[in-house]
């Protein structure tokens, strides 16, 4: 059974860079893979996905300020969000895309989040 | 660019059935999915495709769409199915994902 778990800090200074990063364990990276969102008391917002290939897709609200990378060998994938407010404060998920034909961007497996707090 | 939009909030009686909706341009194209979340948890995939639930995921939740409008339905609410439930299917117009705002589903 694959499992995803987020690590990285839980706390970053205004105008630094958050980075996080996602491990995939029990299964193949062979996929797409995507991190997700969710401030204090909000709903849920797609960032970025990448494919094991490389390939990436990202948001429009974050194209300026996120990278998403896959490491094959080390089978985990990151994200790095620069110039980061306290808006950015939130739960970020990894998660994996198992989506196809008109069903897309379906997320079936989901590590258990990180809480991220944007502060000085 | 197309968002999804869902009711705040429903309440159903313990046993009853309950069917939240979720609506948007790019359902016309594309089937939602379907989250539950309760609090502290990541979310958890209930239902996908045309109707379609994972491994573990019992029959009472079941889905179902029509035109630009998703529902999911739980037919016979348990106290376990309190939740919030999120939307997402792909953008309309470009390649991301969309989530709707999510409906909490209170059991009385």
């Known amino acids: 059974q694959v499992q995803l778990q987020e690590s990285g800090p839980g706390l970053v200074k205004p105008s630094g860079t958050l980075s996080l990063t996602c491990t995939v364990s029990?299964?193949?990276?062979?996929?797409?893979w995507s991190w997700v969102r969710q401030p204090p008391g909000k709903g849920l917002e797609w960032i970025a996905e990448i494919h094991h290939s490389g390939r990436s897709n990202y948001s429009p609200s974050f194209k300026s300020r996120a990278t998403i990378l896959v490491d094959k060998s080390k089978e985990q994938f990151s994200l790095r969000l620069n110039s980061v407010t306290a808006a950015d404060t939130a739960v970020y998920y990894c998660?994996?895309?198992?989506?196809?034909?008109?069903?897309?961007?379906?997320?079936?497996?989901w590590g258990h989040g990180r809480m991220v707090t944007v502060s000085s | 660019s197309s968002e999804l939009t869902q009711d705040p909030a429903v309440s159903v009686a313990l046993g009853q059935t309950v069917t939240i909706t979720c609506q948007g341009d790019?359902?016309?194209?594309?089937?939602a999915s379907w989250y539950q979340q309760k609090p502290g948890q990541a979310p958890i995939l209930v239902i996908f495709?045309?109707?379609n639930r994972p491994s573990g995921i019992p029959d009472r939740f079941s889905g179902s769409s029509s035109g630009n409008t998703a529902s999911l339905t739980i037919t016979g609410a348990q106290a376990d199915d309190e939740a919030d439930y999120f939307c997402n299917s792909r953008d309309s117009s470009i390649n991301r994902a969309v989530f709707g705002p999510g409906t909490k589903v209170t059991v009385l």
């Open positions: 998660a994996r895309d198992n989506g196809s034909g008109k069903s897309l961007f379906v997320f079936d497996i």
């Open positions: 790019s359902l016309g194209m594309f089937y």
């Open positions: 495709g045309e109707d």
């Open positions: 029990g299964g193949s990276i062979i996929n797409w």
